[in-house]
Every structure is written in C-alpha cells, then in structure tokens.
C-alpha cells in the first residue's frame, strides 16, 4: 500500500494489509489535525518503508511526549515512530487504497468537541454541482 503527502514530496509504502483504523477525539490530536478526530493506524516497523520525502519532514514535540510530524511543504501530518516501539504512526488519509480497513476503535471520546456530538443529524452534501449552493442556504 502506498501513500504520500497532499503535495505528494513525502512518499511512504506499507507492506501488508492494515485491517483496522481508529479515531482519537482527544483535544491534541483535534489542534493537530484541525479536524473533529484524528484517523489513523499503527504498523510494524518492518512492515513501513519511505520512498521519498524524509527530508522534507519536520516534528513537533510537547513536553508531555506527543509528537507531531508533517511535511514542510504543504502541511499535511506524516507518518511517525511510535516512542518506545516498533510501531510507525500512519494517518490514513494518506493512504491511497483502505479497501477491507475500517475504524475499530474511537479514543477519547469524553474529550470530542462538543460540535461533534451532533453530526449524526446534519445534512450530507455529495459534492456534486449543487453542493455549493445547498451549503450556502444552510449558512
């Protein structure tokens, strides 16, 4: 399985199939991910190659340990090794085929932003040519 960074400098390749993705709500991973939970998976270090890129890469550390890795170029968080194992960290937005994986876990829950607990009730856009204007008269 392949996958890359949205400007495409970081390149990775995960050897193996990745059944089994998981969602953190906490409030660390919603800052570096400016989205409402952060999807990603582990792998084995073995199984976890880079193509290209690794220069490209650089890392944020809290005193607290939780690392943050991105490219330098476009923005986008990269894969990183897992402190004290052998596991990479591995977004799976990155990644271009997930057909069999699917979220097994969601973390943190009782730390999800509070907007989130109601998206089961909102309108769903397809993004197709009326997208636009739909969302425009929701707003």
């Keep these: 399985m392949n ?20 969602q953190c709500h906490c409030s660390l991973c919603r800052r570096a991910t400016g989205a409402a939970a952060n999807t990603a998976t582990f792998v ?7 193509v290209s890129g690794e220069s490209e890469i650089r890392s944020f550390q809290k005193p607290s340990g939780f690392r943050s890795d991105i490219c330098s170029n476009c923005g986008s968080p990269v894969p990183n090794k897992l402190r004290g194992t052998d596991l990479v960290w591995v977004p799976a937005g990155l990644l271009d085929e997930l057909i069999e994986s699917r979220i097994s876990a969601h973390l943190h ?31």
């Design 44 to 50: 084995p270090g073995h199984s976890f190659r880079w």
């Design 3 to 22: 996958g890359d960074c949205l400007c495409g400098e970081v390149k990775f390749e995960i050897e193996g199939e990745i059944r089994n993705l998981y």
């Design 109 to 139: 829950v009782n730390s999800a932003a509070p907007w989130e607990q109601d998206s089961e009730r909102c309108v769903r856009l397809d993004g197709g040519p009326d997208s636009l204007e739909s969302l425009n008269k929701l707003l």
